[in-house]
């Protein structure tokens, strides 16, 4: 199996050398790699919603440490612009700098690397994907730093050409809004006729206004959300979930229980934050 993933990659096998192009913040917690190749040929598309692996040398301890981190952008074919060639992954810097700690690689990422520095990328792959010119209605839920492999998926549905009449519903949690990734890109895709979006805040402050900064305060709750947002009146939606595992299992299992079949539940596995 693992021989046929490669041989898919067709000329790309092992590490590839991408320079930091960009680093952009998204929130307090999560900053945005833009990565080009160094040899400047042009990237491979992939499926939004896949991964990339990256690796960095930990001087430390002598070694490389590779992690995975969900590509948070559309493929090079669907980015605007003919000239753009990057991938962008969008890191949550973890607590913790200690070698036993999580967050060793997400430190480094954020403190030590700037634009220009170099990592080192493999193929994407992942089995947690959705195909654009699919029209299958889309419930893409997720909490924290799970919702980059969804702004993947929405920003590869949304530049679609011709443009998609998908029917899309995001249902997103996040602690606070100065940790909630991607605000402005959840404003922008909340005003197409096609995707509604509900968004949860743990602890909203006195400066965000309910209906506008968030839908409900407290975590996801699908009794909240509602069947006509969940698309439960659909038998072909299909749900997307990611996030820390606890809310995988009981959104999985909130879903099972209103009637949704196991196979058009997907969940992407995040491990420990690294």
């Known amino acids: 199996m693992e021989h046929q993933i490669y041989e898919a990659f067709e000329n790309w096998s092992g590490w590839r050398r991408f320079k930091i192009a960009k680093k952009v913040p998204e929130s307090s917690e999560i900053t945005s790699f833009y990565l080009t190749p160094e040899d400047g040929v042009v990237l491979p598309s992939f499926l939004p919603g896949q991964y990339i692996s990256l690796q960095l040398f930990i001087p430390k301890l002598g070694v490389y440490q590779p992690r995975q981190y969900s590509l948070s952008d559309a493929p090079p074919s669907q980015q605007s612009g003919s000239s753009e060639n990057y991938y962008r992954i969008s890191v949550k810097k973890e607590s913790g700098k200690d070698v036993s700690m999580p967050g060793l690689i997400s430190n480094m990422l954020h403190a030590d690397f700037k634009e220009g520095d170099i990592v080192e990328l493999t193929h994407p792959t992942g089995e947690f994907f959705v195909?654009?010119?699919?029209?299958?209605?889309?419930?893409?839920?997720?909490?924290?730093?799970?919702?980059?492999?969804?702004?993947?998926?929405?920003?590869?549905?949304?530049?679609?050409?011709?443009?998609?009449?998908?029917?899309?519903?995001?249902?997103?949690?996040?602690?606070?809004?100065?940790?909630?990734?991607?605000?402005?890109?959840?404003?922008?895709?909340?005003?197409?006729?096609?995707?509604?979006?509900?968004?949860?805040?743990?602890?909203?402050?006195?400066?965000?206004?309910?209906?506008?900064?968030?839908?409900?305060?407290?975590?996801?709750?699908?009794?909240?959300?509602?069947?006509?947002?969940?698309?439960?009146?659909?038998?072909?939606?299909?749900?997307?979930?990611?996030?820390?595992?606890?809310?995988?299992?009981?959104?999985?299992?909130?879903?099972?229980?209103?009637?949704?079949?196991?196979?058009?539940?997907?969940?992407?596995?995040?491990?420990?934050?690294?």
């Open 131 to 274: 195909r654009v010119e699919e029209e299958t209605p889309l419930v893409l839920i997720s909490a924290g730093v799970g919702i980059t492999p969804m702004i993947s998926i929405l920003n590869s549905i949304l530049s679609k050409t011709p443009s998609s009449s998908r029917r899309v519903s995001l249902i997103h949690g996040a602690h606070a809004s100065e940790v909630r990734a991607f605000s402005n890109t959840l404003k922008r895709v909340a005003q197409q006729p096609n995707v509604q979006t509900t968004l949860f805040l743990t602890t909203p402050k006195p400066e965000d206004a309910e209906g506008v900064d968030y839908d409900f305060a407290g975590r996801v709750d699908l009794e909240k959300v509602g069947a006509e947002r969940l698309l439960l009146g659909d038998g072909a939606a299909n749900y997307y979930v990611c996030g820390p595992n606890s809310f995988m299992a009981d959104v999985q299992k909130g879903l099972l229980d209103r009637g949704v079949s196991q196979d058009r539940v997907h969940l992407e596995i995040f491990g420990v934050g690294n």
